[in-house]
C-alpha cells in the first residue's frame, strides 16, 4: 500500500542542553519567527516562514545524540503507519493526539500527522541580495542497508527514483509543491562516509541518518554568513560546503539555485 504524504516536515532535535542555542542559530540561518514552545514538556516549536506554510520544527531531546527526523504528512496517521508496517517499518509509539511515531527498516525515526499544510514559502532575500533556503533532506545510508532502506522509501510515497550520480546519490521526486526534495545517499564501506562529504559524521553508526542541505545563489557568501551566526566550516567541494551548527548538526550548503 502506497501512502503518498501531501507535505514533509523535517524536525532539528536538539540534544540535552542544545535546545536554545541550536533553535536560535537555525531562526538566524532561516530569517524565520520561532513559535510558542509546546508538549507535555514544552520540547516542541516550530521555525515559521513569513509565507507560506511551515516546514522546519525543531525539538528539545531528553537524551541521546541530535539528530534529524522527518514528519510526514498525511490524512490518516494510523491508516499510513500499517503500511508502513507492511513495508518493514517498525512502530514506537503510537500517540493519544494522533500521530504515530515509527523507525524505517535502516533505523531513520519518522512520524506521520495529520496538520494540513500546501504552500511552500519563498527563499529568503538576505542584505547583499543573494537569495538561500533550506530545501532538501538528504538519507545517508550505510551500504548493508541501502536497497532495503530505498525501497521502503519508494514504497511508502509512492515517488520515482532517479539516479543523480551512479555510485554514490539517487533522488526521490516528490511533487513540486512539497517543500523539501529528497536526496538519498550510499555510504563508502570502511569507515562509512560517502566519499567523506556531504554526509553527516554520524552517520558511521549503522542506523541510517540524515541531514539537511541549502540552496544557495551565492554558495561563499552564504558560507560566511553562516560562520558569522556560529557555524564551522569542514569541508569544501565542488558544488556542496559541509558545516556544523554551534551544537554539531551537521548540514551542506549547495550551489543549487533556491526554487
Given at each position: 500500500?502506497?501512502?503518498?504524504?501531501?507535505?514533509?516536515?523535517?524536525?532539528?532535535?536538539?540534544?540535552?542542553?542544545?535546545?536554545?542555542?541550536?533553535?536560535?542559530f537555525?531562526?538566524?540561518?532561516?530569517?524565520?519567527?520561532?513559535?510558542?514552545?509546546?508538549?507535555e514538556?514544552?520540547?516542541?516549536?516550530?521555525?515559521?516562514?513569513?509565507?507560506?506554510?511551515?516546514?522546519?520544527?525543531?525539538?528539545?531531546?531528553?537524551?541521546?545524540?541530535?539528530?534529524?527526523?522527518?514528519?510526514?504528512?498525511?490524512?490518516?496517521?494510523?491508516?499510513?503507519?500499517?503500511?508502513?508496517?507492511?513495508?518493514?517499518?517498525?512502530?514506537?509509539?503510537?500517540?493519544?493526539?494522533g500521530?504515530?511515531?515509527?523507525?524505517?527498516?535502516?533505523?531513520?525515526?519518522?512520524?506521520?500527522?495529520?496538520?494540513?499544510?500546501?504552500?511552500?514559502?519563498?527563499?529568503?532575500?538576505?542584505?547583499?541580495g543573494?537569495?538561500?533556503?533550506?530545501?532538501?533532506?538528504?538519507?545517508?545510508?550505510?551500504?548493508?542497508?541501502?536497497?532495503?532502506?530505498?525501497?521502503?522509501?519508494?514504497?511508502?510515497?509512492?515517488?520515482?527514483?532517479?539516479?543523480?550520480?551512479?555510485?554514490?546519490?539517487?533522488?526521490?521526486?516528490?511533487?513540486?509543491?512539497?517543500?523539501?526534495?529528497?536526496?538519498?545517499?550510499?555510504?563508502?564501506?570502511?569507515?562509512?562516509?560517502?566519499?567523506?562529504?556531504?554526509?553527516d559524521?554520524?552517520?558511521?553508526?549503522?542506523?541510517?541518518?540524515?541531514?539537511?542541505?541549502?540552496?544557495?545563489?551565492d554558495?561563499?557568501?552564504?558560507?560566511?554568513?553562516?560562520?558569522?551566526?556560529?557555524?564551522?566550516e569542514?569541508?569544501?567541494?565542488?558544488?556542496?560546503?559541509?558545516?556544523?551548527?554551534?551544537?554539531?548538526?551537521?548540514?551542506?550548503?549547495?550551489?543549487?539555485?533556491?526554487?
Amino acid at each position: 500500500m502506497t501512502i503518498s504524504p501531501f507535505w514533509v516536515s523535517a524536525f532539528l532535535d536538539f540534544g540535552a542542553g542544545d535546545f536554545d542555542r541550536g533553535t536560535a542559530f537555525w531562526r538566524d540561518v532561516t530569517g524565520y519567527a520561532v513559535s510558542e514552545t509546546r508538549g507535555e514538556t514544552g520540547q516542541f516549536a516550530t521555525l515559521v516562514p513569513p509565507d507560506g506554510d511551515d516546514y522546519l520544527r525543531v525539538q528539545h531531546l531528553d537524551e541521546g545524540p541530535g539528530r534529524i527526523h522527518l514528519d510526514l504528512h498525511v490524512d490518516q496517521p494510523t491508516i499510513a503507519a500499517e503500511a508502513a508496517i507492511e513495508l518493514g517499518g517498525h512502530v514506537l509509539v503510537r500517540h493519544e493526539a494522533g500521530y504515530v511515531v515509527l523507525r524505517s527498516p535502516g533505523g531513520l525515526v519518522f512520524c506521520f500527522v495529520s496538520h494540513p499544510a500546501a504552500r511552500r514559502p519563498a527563499a529568503a532575500t538576505w542584505s547583499d541580495g543573494h537569495r538561500s533556503q533550506v530545501d532538501q533532506v538528504c538519507l545517508d545510508i550505510p551500504p548493508t542497508a541501502y536497497d532495503v532502506e530505498v525501497a521502503f522509501w519508494q514504497g511508502l510515497t509512492g515517488w520515482d527514483l532517479t539516479e543523480v550520480n551512479e555510485r554514490e546519490f539517487e533522488r526521490l521526486q516528490p511533487p513540486d509543491d512539497q517543500p523539501l526534495r529528497w536526496l538519498v545517499q550510499r555510504l563508502d564501506d570502511g569507515e562509512g562516509l560517502g566519499n567523506g562529504v556531504h554526509v553527516d559524521p554520524n552517520a558511521k553508526r549503522s542506523a541510517v541518518r540524515a541531514h539537511l542541505d541549502l540552496a544557495a545563489e551565492d554558495r561563499d557568501a552564504e558560507v560566511a554568513r553562516h560562520v558569522a551566526l556560529g557555524a564551522t566550516e569542514v569541508s569544501r567541494q565542488e558544488w556542496w560546503t559541509v558545516l556544523t551548527d554551534p551544537v554539531g548538526t551537521t548540514y551542506c550548503i549547495t550551489r543549487r539555485a533556491p526554487r
